[in-house]
């Protein structure tokens, strides 16, 4: 089933633009590079969430829901963009924010995208660490509808098989601008967490060969953990689309050496990614996501697994929001 027989509401600004990072190429001495601006896509700062959430929102209308009802950590990039997504909707919005990391700094609890959370209107919940999420947005969804409201619940990340519909998307826009510039990518590099972005990469994609390949770096999980989360992902977007003979295993690719102690716990070679962009690029990474998936890259190049030979897209996948809760780190010189 193609792409445009799915509901979709209009939310980001696409196409985000592809553009060279030649200052970085050049200070790693590596594979030819680029960025692929998915913080551009506007909705309350931009991020990859948008583009699953143009799919998700659609779903939820075409249902009759009259709030969205999602959840993640503290400072979770998607929680915001599910907030600006319902109110462009006209739907109320709740989240369960679950206090994943341990950190007690003023500024990670009220700055960021907490900050926005609440001026977008979004009725936030906070839950102990290692809370069962998705059980309790079911509980939640039930209280709501005690009250009369018509809750539809949006996972952690959007990442089902409807909100991955956004990164096949993304994946055919990709395809297209590499073909206007004439250039024939090998690697694309990206941030994988709750595994969406992956899956609907990897549909979109399949028809590119063994040439391209799609690397997930891991922010939380360990890699086994992560794989199989994007092959049950991928599973659930054939079958939604239609498509024909399944994703091989062999076609997930996970790195998961740049988590550190954990999902949104710094790291040195974080915070020498996101200097690195700012200060060459002028492009701000974000400390949970792009931050880590650069410094990926980042030893990639400098181990000889990406080199000359190879052109790299790298997927921005936004949160700059989040680095005014991390300024305690970030502010390292």
Not at 262 to 289: F, H, K, N, S, W
Request: hydrophobic share 40%; proline share 5%; aromatic share 6%.
């Amino acid at each position: 089933m193609p792409i445009s027989a799915f509901p979709r509401v209009r939310l980001a600004h696409l196409p985000t633009p592809l553009e060279p990072m030649e200052r970085l190429a050049n200070y790693l001495g590596g594979p030819e590079l680029y960025i692929k601006r998915d913080d551009c896509t506007g909705l309350a700062t931009g991020g990859n969430k948008t583009r699953k959430l143009e799919f998700l929102v659609a779903d939820a209308l075409r249902q009759g829901a009259d709030t969205i009802l999602t959840a993640g950590a503290v400072q979770s990039n998607h929680v915001r963009q599910a907030a600006a997504a319902a109110a462009r909707a006209g739907l109320g919005c709740h989240a369960l924010l679950e206090r994943e990391v341990p950190c007690e700094k003023s500024s990670y609890r009220k700055s960021g995208n907490v900050l926005l959370d609440g001026l977008l209107g979004c009725r936030l919940d906070y839950c102990r660490r290692g809370t069962d999420l998705p059980s309790a947005m079911r509980v939640t969804a039930q209280a709501l509808r005690a009250q009369g409201r018509k809750p539809y619940i949006v996972p952690i990340g959007g990442s089902n098989a409807v909100g991955s519909l956004g990164y096949v998307q993304c994946a055919n826009e990709i395809e297209e601008q590499c073909r206007v510039r004439g250039v024939g990518v090998t690697r694309l590099l990206h941030a994988t967490g709750s595994g969406g972005t992956q899956a609907g990469l990897l549909a979109g994609f399949r028809e590119a060969g063994p040439e391209l390949e799609v690397i997930g770096i891991s922010v939380s999980a360990d890699r086994a953990v992560q794989r199989r989360k994007v092959r049950r992902l991928t599973s659930e977007l054939w079958e939604l689309m239609g498509l024909g003979d399944p994703l091989p295993p062999s076609a997930v690719h996970v790195r998961d050496e740049f988590v550190g102690e954990g999902y949104g716990q710094p790291t040195d070679a974080m915070l020498e990614a996101v200097q690195l962009c700012a200060r060459l690029e002028g492009i701000l990474l974000d400390p949970v996501y792009s931050g880590k998936a650069m410094a990926g890259l980042i030893h990639m190049v400098r181990s000889g697994e990406l080199n000359a030979g190879d052109t790299v897209v790298f997927l921005h996948t936004g949160g700059a929001a989040g680095m005014f809760a991390y300024d305690w780190y970030l502010g390292r010189s």
